[in-house]
């Protein structure tokens, strides 16, 4: 089933200063569709979850918090980025609260802690932001209630890693946060920059939280053409600033969510020209983003993040598979059938599934450059689209089969074979 970026584009002009406020659940009903959505609403990744929760909240706001006739009822629970805490309220949504669905979580270790859940309990888990590239590769046959709506941790860093083997780069030294989604994140890029004959001289891991990088810095290879770096929650901000603060110059090429618009717009100009790679950016220059770019900063007072707009893509899914089944609940399994079937044109650009319930979709290398864009007087740093790389899948050039002989990325794999 295919939407129209014209049509989404008109709705979400609609949508433009809309409120909407999640209400606590209400005694089951005959007629509703009860959603249970986990998301850091405290902690260091709170303004992540406002994002999960902004995105997903204002798709039902065009709506009338109605999919194809059926009441939608959200139910935020906090997990503060805490996978014990997830599972918990996870279990909480499902057997108290009766939600047909669970949405969310957003580390890679929530996402790998929740799948579980989903297969004892026998209900939907949609991650709309859990990127644990296994869930969708060695272990999709544990989780037949999984599908997933975002990427893996490694789909954009495949085509990273190729582009920048591409403009020249010899020698990249990696820092990123100590858990799965660096692992994987690095794994992806190195798998690529080192095909294509680029080395991987250096592995550093600080651990989630890190505020001081004063111990890392110094140790960064002088030989090194450039950081690759991946970091999370408010080590987005202090990394670069405290880099280029030590007198780095070189580049810094960001994984992903470093330079994502949920961090941008709190950062400084010590940022203009890094580059990173992901499948969304808020200055996409294409009717429904721009659409979507005004009416959520109408809104939220704030540019949109992949965060915003993976959940708003999320919400639309779920209506899309609601509207053909009548506004009838299918049952979990027909559910992901039918959500596994949809190819949709989303503000990030089109979407569809592979076999193993991935999401396939553009990669956007982007460019952060103060600039106006959309109307806005005021320059602004954005993250300015300088290559797309289209129908981007979760085993990039190399084949379902080939690359799941291989182990998950790691922080052992690949190994570091140039690193002294």
Same mark, same amino acid.
């Given at each position: ?39 850091? $609403? ?20 065009? =709506?009338?918090? =109605? ?30 609260? !009766? ?5 969310? @979580? $957003?580390? &890679? ?12 309990? #026998? ?8 990127? &644990? ?24 860093? !495949? ?8 403009? @020249?780069?010899? #020698?990249? *030294? ?17 798998? %690529? ?44 901000? +202090? /990394? ?25 717009? /709190? ?15 808020? &200055?996409? +220059? =294409?009717?429904?983003?721009? *659409?979507?770019? #005004? ?17 708003? %893509? %999320? ?27 949809? !190819? ?23 460019? $952060? ?17 300088? #290559?797309?790389?289209? !129908?981007?899948? +979760? /085993?990039?050039?190399? @084949?379902?089969? *080939? ?18």
């Amino acid at each position: 089933m295919t939407r129209t970026l014209q049509r989404r584009a008109g709705l979400l002009l609609l949508a433009a200063g809309a409120a909407l406020a999640l209400r606590p659940a209400p005694a089951l009903a005959q007629q509703e569709l009860r959603i249970g959505i986990i998301a850091p $609403v405290t902690g260091i990744f709170a303004q992540v979850g406002a994002d999960m929760t902004n995105g997903f909240k204002m798709y039902l706001d065009q =709506t009338n918090s =109605t999919f194809a006739g059926i009441k939608v009822v959200p139910i935020i629970e906090d997990s503060q980025g805490k996978p014990d805490l997830a599972v918990t309220k996870a279990r909480k949504l499902i057997l108290e609260n !009766h939600v047909q669905m669970i949405v969310g @979580g $957003v580390l &890679a270790t929530e996402g790998y802690a929740l799948a579980p859940v989903s297969t004892e309990l #026998k209900t939907v888990y949609i991650s709309s932001v859990t990127a &644990a590239d296994d869930l969708t590769q060695r272990q999709i046959g544990k989780y037949p209630y999984f599908i997933r709506t975002s990427w893996t941790s490694s789909q954009p860093m !495949h085509p990273f890693g190729q582009w920048a083997c591409d403009q @020249g780069y010899k #020698k990249v *030294a990696a820092i990123a946060a100590d858990y799965a989604f660096g692992y994987e994140s690095v794994g992806g890029f190195q798998q %690529t920059f080192e095909g294509c004959g680029g080395k991987i001289i250096q592995k550093i891991w600080p651990p989630i939280g890190t505020k001081d990088f004063g111990p890392y810095i110094p140790t960064i290879k002088s030989d090194a053409d450039a950081v690759f770096s991946l970091m999370v929650g408010p080590m987005t901000l +202090q /990394f670069p600033k405290q880099l280029r603060n030590s007198g780095y110059t070189k580049p810094i090429l960001g994984g992903s969510v470093s330079y994502d618009e949920a961090s941008l717009p /709190f950062m400084g100009d010590e940022v203009i020209g890094d580059v990173s790679a992901e499948q969304y950016s808020a &200055a996409l +220059q =294409t009717p429904a983003n721009e *659409a979507f770019v #005004k009416a959520y900063r109408a809104k939220y007072g704030k540019v949109p993040s992949y965060f915003s707009e993976s959940n708003y %893509t %999320t919400a639309m899914m779920i209506d899309d598979v609601m509207k053909e089944t009548g506004g009838k609940w299918p049952g979990a399994l027909p559910f992901i059938g039918k959500m596994a079937a949809l !190819h949709v044109d989303a503000v990030r650009g089109p979407l569809s599934f592979d076999e193993e319930r991935n999401v396939v979709q553009n990669i956007y290398i982007k460019k $952060v450059e103060k600039t106006k864009l959309f109307g806005y007087p005021k320059p602004e740093l954005w993250d300015v689209v300088i #290559k797309t790389y289209p !129908h981007v899948g +979760q /085993f990039w050039t190399y @084949g379902k089969d *080939a690359f799941l002989k291989q182990p998950v990325y790691s922080r052992d794999f690949p190994p570091c074979k140039y690193c002294e």
